[in-house]
């Protein structure tokens, strides 16, 4: 079975990277009862000669399962399943639930604050990191500044309390959004987001720069139920060439 390069069924097939077959594949392993919750999956060496892919890209796959609650690893001993079905993601310390019902409360109003607040280092500083993250197609030199974009939104809206709760999240927030990079592809249409949100400070404008974030935040919200409730379609096509 080779899961190196796939696409996804429906009108338009879409090439999905090898870890993102990978991942497609153990989950639906799990859901269908093929490894019950309280199995061992098999090796990492066998799972890499059955699928035939590398190690790193089997890693990928498996940290993706746990960040889903499906499975857990416990060191020197393997991975097991914990849980048939996704209910809430976790990311480092929060569930994506929570983080998403936070960011809500605070990003937001960061973003109008900044609008308001900003200085033009702030905008210096933020279109900086934006023209680097457009540029950038490694993707955890991308997550890195990510996270660093936000909190420089919520140091431009010169409010220390609000920079000590994304200080807070952070880590969270990096993980969450390469969860996102690797199974949904999110950078681009991030950078656009992004970019939305950067404009609506330069123009000082409060309600455009709370729209820009909060469409942004929707779309993370929404990319997350995809992925924790997909809509099935016909299973991906085996095959292709290695990468």
């Not at 605070?106 to 604050?113: H, K, L, R, S, T």
């Not at 010169?158 to 592809?185: K, T």
């Not at 935040?217 to 085996?238: A, W």
Request: with cysteine; proline share 5%; charged share 25%.
């Amino acid at each position: 079975m080779n899961l190196s390069d796939s696409q996804t069924g429906g009108p338009v097939p879409r090439r999905v990277s090898a870890m993102e077959a990978v991942f497609g594949h153990l989950r639906g392993a799990i859901e269908r009862g093929e490894y019950a919750v309280g199995d061992k999956l098999p090796s990492e060496a066998e799972l890499c000669r059955t699928l035939e892919v590398s190690r790193p890209v089997l890693r990928e796959a498996l940290r993706a399962l746990q960040a889903m609650g499906l499975t857990v690893s416990k060191t020197g001993k393997g991975t097991f399943v914990l849980a048939s079905t996704v209910e809430d993601p976790t990311f480092g310390d929060y569930a994506a639930s929570h983080l998403l019902e936070v960011r809500r409360h605070i990003e937001i109003p960061v973003a109008g604050y900044a609008a308001l607040r900003r200085t033009p280092e702030d905008l210096d500083h933020l279109a900086h990191l934006l023209d680097r993250m457009e540029r950038e197609t490694d993707t955890t030199a991308w997550v890195a500044m990510d996270s660093l974009f936000h909190l420089a939104l919520a140091e431009a809206a010169q409010n220390p309390v609000f920079r000590r709760i994304i200080e807070e999240i952070r880590d969270a927030l990096a993980r969450q959004s390469a969860f996102l990079n690797e199974l949904c592809g999110r950078r681009e249409q991030s950078n656009c987001e992004h970019r939305a949100i950067l404009e609506a400070l330069v123009d000082g404008s409060e309600q455009d720069a709370m729209a820009a974030m909060s469409h942004h935040l929707q779309v993370v919200e929404s990319t997350l139920t995809d992925i924790v409730r997909p809509r099935r379609t016909d299973s991906p096509t085996e095959g292709g060439p290695q990468t």
